[in-house]
């Protein structure tokens, strides 16, 4: 299994952070696709999950500002964060989750810095 | 729901190394660990909270009782130097992760 992601890696406070992220050898169905970020320097913050059927789960913390959507004749899925400032400045993982057993595969990450 | 690390913890090559990550009624759920390099991106190390996937080397080693889960590695090596994370699902199935543990092998 395999996860490429790509997007803009700078942003200007209040624009939109769009990520995608293309899976590899694996079946698309059957697992959750995730997202996580971490600030710089700092820990894992978990921002939601997507299913093959477009079912989600965000944190609530950025639930307001965050949409997840799939492709699955693409084998893709994206992440889609309103109106940034500096503190989304973060690497952005996307990532493979099995609820009870955790997140075996994940991406490169990408960089988002969000700066006027 | 929160789980909790500590910032650091130090260990000499050779000896055992624990990391602790607690969390009300943590002996409930599920814990993973989760191992990340400097400039990587993390990798899983523990599932259902003992459980080692495949490729992941049997010095590591999970339990979980209580409101404490505990990574321990086992003959620690340099290699091992690097940042460590619990994650559990909460009430609602929302993951969560643990603020990290920076383990530095002396």
């Known amino acids: 299994v395999e996860l490429k992601q790509w997007g803009a890696g700078l942003l200007k406070p209040s624009e939109t952070l769009s990520l995608t992220c293309e899976v590899y050898?694996?079946?698309?169905?059957?697992?959750?696709w995730t997202w996580v970020r971490q600030p710089p320097g700092k820990g894992l913050e978990w921002i939601g999950e997507i299913n093959h059927s477009g079912s989600t789960r965000y944190n609530p913390s950025l639930k307001s500002r965050v949409t997840m959507s799939v492709d699955t004749s693409k084998n893709q899925f994206s992440l889609r964060l309103d109106s940034v400032t500096a503190a989304d400045t973060s690497i952005y993982y996307c990532?493979?989750?099995?609820?009870?057993?955790?997140?075996?595969?994940w991406g490169q990450g990408t960089l988002v810095t969000v700066s006027s | 729901y929160e789980l909790t690390q500590p910032p650091s913890e130090s260990v000499s090559p050779g000896q055992t190394a624990t990391i602790t990550c607690s969390g009300d009624k943590l002996e409930t759920k599920y814990v993973c660990w989760y191992q990340q390099k400097a400039g990587q991106s993390p990798v899983m190390l523990i599932y259902?909270?003992?459980k080692r996937p495949s490729g992941i080397p049997e010095r590591f080693a999970g339990s979980n009782s209580g409101t404490t889960a505990t990574l321990t590695i086992s003959g620690t090596q340099a290699m091992d130097e690097a940042d460590y994370y619990c994650?559990?699902?909460?009430?609602?199935?929302?993951?969560?992760f643990g603020g990290g543990t920076k383990l530095t092998v002396l």
């Open positions: 990532a493979r989750l099995v609820r009870g057993y955790g997140i075996g595969h």
């Open positions: 050898g694996e079946s698309f169905s059957g697992f959750y």
């Open positions: 259902q909270n003992n």
């Open positions: 994650q559990a699902w909460d009430s609602n199935t929302a993951v969560v």
